[in-house]
């Protein structure tokens, strides 16, 4: 895929610690066996999100590359930071316990321990087209092979194919993709990941087409205005990725899409607010 501009982070917001269960990572997922097959994962397709449950394939995704978002917690899942957490979890509910009768430690406990690895959309479309590690599954448990899949994930996400050329834009430039939806941006991005910096940019998407912009994706007056306020308020930037398509293509052909996707350009486009006083004062 080609690419224009050059992408960079600046003010990083390094974390004060970092738990050394999640300080050793790796960009991509690999197996840290030696002799064995190729490294699969399985995943259930629930409709509107992908879950990965096998407490192994959890760590490998978590580790290298930080794919994923427990679903019962705010990032890693409690099989991944199982050491200190839990035990600070076992005190926090045996003490709540002293004083209601009707809450039951150990069963949250243990529900906490099998929590469930959730994938969103592009990076569970990313490990299955261009990784080959994802087995996909519905809940019927029926295989879900990579043009199926892509199918059902457009008709859930609309502008699901330029996402995921902007989620391969990123790869590529090394960054740590996460959904954006906290910020109302469709990714926000890491250096690193996100057990050691926070986020630098909201990112959003839009698509171009024969040259003109798709009304549907449009972020104008005060939406622009509202963004950009929520990146002020979060110590973030805003970054827009345009991806234009080939005038040729016909984007209701989910395979013709799938095949043309090197022929795809996504250009940079940053916006940062100035502060003209005090740039006048710095003179």
Same mark, same amino acid.
């Given at each position: 895929?080609?690419?224009?501009?050059?992408?960079?982070?600046?003010?990083?917001?390094?974390?004060?610690?970092?738990?050394?269960?999640?300080?050793?990572?790796?960009?991509?997922?690999?197996?840290?066996?030696?002799? *064995?097959?190729?490294?699969?994962?399985?995943?259930?397709?629930?409709?509107?999100?992908?879950?990965?449950?096998?407490?192994?394939?959890?760590?490998?995704?978590?580790?290298?590359?930080?794919?994923?978002?427990?679903?019962?917690?705010?990032?890693?899942?409690?099989?991944?930071?199982?050491?200190?957490?839990?035990?600070?979890?076992?005190?926090?509910?045996?003490?709540?316990?002293?004083?209601?009768?009707?809450?039951?430690?150990?069963?949250?406990?243990?529900?906490?321990?099998?929590?469930?690895?959730?994938?969103?959309?592009?990076?569970?479309?990313?490990?299955?087209?261009?990784?080959?590690?994802?087995?996909?599954?519905?809940?019927?448990?029926?295989?879900?092979?990579?043009?199926?899949?892509?199918?059902?994930?457009?008709?859930?996400?609309?502008?699901?194919?330029?996402?995921?050329?902007?989620?391969?834009?990123?790869?590529?430039?090394?960054?740590?993709?996460?959904?954006?939806?906290?910020?109302?941006?469709?990714? *926000?991005?890491?250096?690193?990941?996100?057990?050691?910096?926070?986020?630098?940019?909201?990112?959003? *998407?839009?698509?171009?087409?024969?040259?003109?912009?798709?009304?549907?994706?449009?972020?104008?007056?005060?939406?622009?205005?509202?963004?950009?306020?929520?990146?002020?308020?979060?110590?973030?930037?805003?970054?827009?990725?345009?991806?234009?398509?080939?005038?040729?293509?016909?984007?209701?052909?989910?395979?013709?899409?799938?095949?043309?996707?090197?022929?795809?350009?996504?250009?940079?486009?940053?916006?940062?607010?100035?502060?003209?006083?005090?740039?006048?004062?710095?003179?």
């Amino acid at each position: 895929m080609a690419t224009k501009g050059s992408l960079f982070a600046h003010n990083l917001r390094a974390k004060k610690k970092t738990q050394p269960e999640l300080a050793q990572t790796l960009p991509l997922p690999v197996h840290d066996k030696v002799g *064995v097959e190729s490294l699969r994962i399985e995943a259930v397709f629930t409709g509107f999100s992908i879950d990965v449950t096998h407490s192994d394939s959890i760590r490998v995704l978590c580790l290298n590359g930080g794919f994923g978002q427990g679903m019962l917690s705010r990032a890693f899942p409690a099989c991944v930071t199982n050491s200190r957490e839990q035990v600070r979890k076992r005190k926090r509910n045996t003490a709540t316990s002293a004083n209601m009768t009707n809450m039951v430690p150990n069963s949250s406990i243990q529900e906490n321990e099998n929590e469930p690895l959730c994938l969103f959309l592009e990076e569970a479309f990313f490990l299955m087209h261009t990784l080959n590690i994802l087995n996909l599954k519905d809940l019927f448990d029926k295989h879900i092979d990579t043009l199926e899949a892509f199918e059902r994930f457009r008709k859930i996400k609309t502008n699901f194919l330029a996402c995921y050329c902007a989620y391969l834009y990123l790869k590529s430039k090394n960054w740590v993709v996460k959904s954006g939806i906290k910020f109302g941006g469709d990714f *926000v991005i890491y250096v690193k990941g996100p057990q050691f910096y926070h986020a630098s940019y909201i990112v959003l *998407v839009q698509e171009m087409h024969e040259g003109k912009l798709i009304d549907s994706h449009t972020v104008e007056g005060l939406d622009f205005q509202g963004f950009n306020r929520i990146a002020e308020t979060t110590a973030k930037d805003v970054l827009f990725l345009e991806v234009h398509y080939p005038a040729t293509l016909d984007l209701s052909d989910n395979a013709a899409c799938l095949e043309s996707l090197n022929d795809v350009r996504v250009a940079e486009l940053f916006t940062k607010h100035h502060n003209y006083l005090a740039a006048r004062n710095q003179i």
